[in-house]
């Protein structure tokens, strides 16, 4: 799947596959937030993504040093994949996510590993259930020079299950207060990135595991009890990185349509209106296209609405319905 993604990348020519590295990385750091709980403005990671990429785009929003801190941290883990990975750069990380020095209302030790035990645990005072319990502070550093040499050094495992042991073994060891599922899927993606030789990303395990976020924790809490027995968990992982690269599949197939729609009418005149409806159909329009529809999505009368379609009934683009009905509907012209 990687193989036909990165053939059909070759297909869509440079400034497509700037786009859709753009698409995939913004998908990316928001998901991997909304995971914990945390939810950033789409359009100020995008923007900030696009100035820092260098990507020239309409409609870019200021972004808050918080977001653009975040996009420094993926973007350093994946457009710089093949640096090595050392205790410094996590910490630089880790930074970037907590500018303040705080989660939340607790102030926490940011840009160095933990001072205190770390227990993952539930119900009232008094009465906790403990879920899990991290190695003791004392033992973090040299867990984490094993673990850091490990993923430097380590020549003989498969690429995609190296990224998938790396994930769970930074979650067990969380050398850090907080922050540590974030910094995970960091470590995940730039050994990803390793994995297709390539800092151009087109396909976010995030979102999957955004959708599947129970299975998720589940499939983490089954391994950590496991004695030392991953295989489970690496299951999940790669079936999760299966369904992200199914969903790039898709996405490159609205890309390569909707390119292959606008070089064949590139002489064609359009309004703003009839632009954005096009795009709306060229990747799929839910239910039948009509004028209501239309006035309702770039929010204009009916009668304007009726004059956009009309004109590109006139130009050969779009035809009438023949199933009829109370309202008249539209569709792409049968050629």
Not at 250 to 262: G, P, S, T
């Amino acid at each position: 799947m990687q193989g036909r993604i990165l053939g059909r990348l070759d297909s869509l020519g440079f400034t497509l596959r700037r786009e859709s590295t753009l698409d995939t990385l913004t998908n990316e750091i928001v998901s991997s937030s909304a995971i914990e709980g945390e939810h950033l403005n789409v359009d100020e990671v995008r923007s900030s993504v696009a100035r820092s990429l260098g990507v020239q785009t309409a409609g870019l929003v200021p972004s808050g040093h918080y977001v653009d801190g975040v996009v420094e941290l993926m973007l350093d883990a994946t457009q710089h994949y093949l640096e090595p990975l050392s205790s410094e750069r996590l910490f630089g990380w880790h930074a970037a996510l907590f500018p303040t020095g705080r989660s939340g209302l607790h102030r926490i030790s940011v840009g160095e590993y933990r001072k205190d035990v770390m227990q993952v645990v539930s119900g009232p005072v008094g009465k906790e259930r403990i879920h899990y319990e991290a190695p003791p502070p004392e033992e973090v550093f040299s867990e984490m020079e094993r673990f850091i040499h490990w993923v430097n050094n380590e020549q003989d495992c498969s690429p995609l299950l190296k990224a998938a042991i790396a994930h769970f073994w930074f979650v067990i060891i969380h050398p850090f207060d907080d922050g540590n599922g974030r910094l995970a899927r960091a470590i995940t993606e730039m050994l990803l990135a390793r994995s297709d030789r390539s800092s151009e990303r087109y396909y976010s395990v995030s979102s999957v595991i955004l959708a599947e976020r129970k299975d998720y924790y589940a499939a983490l809490n089954k391994a950590q009890y496991s004695e030392s027995d991953i295989t489970a968990w690496l299951d999940w992982f790669m079936d999760c990185a299966g369904k992200a690269l199914a969903r790039s599949l898709e996405i490159l197939d609205i890309i390569a349509v909707k390119a292959d729609f606008w070089d064949h009418h590139a002489e064609g005149e359009f309004n703003q209106r009839q632009q954005r409806m096009l795009n709306v159909l060229l990747v799929g329009f839910e239910g039948k296209l009509t004028s209501s529809k239309w006035g309702k999505t770039t929010k204009t009368s009916h009668d304007t609405a009726l004059r956009d379609i009309q004109d590109l009934i006139d130009k050969g683009i779009l035809e009438k319905e023949s199933s009829g009905g109370r309202s008249t509907s539209y569709r792409f012209k049968t050629q």
